[in-house]
């Protein structure tokens, strides 16, 4: 089963594309070949915030902290 990439290597793998779709030097077939890869990394960029967001959901409400101070004797 192949790794999910961090979500921040998602991300910059984005910017990269964003930034290289928007230099004037790349051709129309490159620029169309980038778009792809920008929209699927962005669908999987997607997808790894809503898994990480119900992690994070679930740890959140599964270990309640508490605010009470504890007394010394």
Sequence with gaps: MPTKKRFE???TSI???????EGEQT???TSLKLFRQGQALIVEARERLQELEHEFNIVTTSSPVD????QQS
């Design 67 to 70: 605010e009470t101070p504890q």
């Design 9 to 11: 290597q998602l991300m």
């Design 27 to 29: 051709d129309l077939e």
């Design 15 to 21: 910017e990269t594309i964003t930034t290289q779709l």
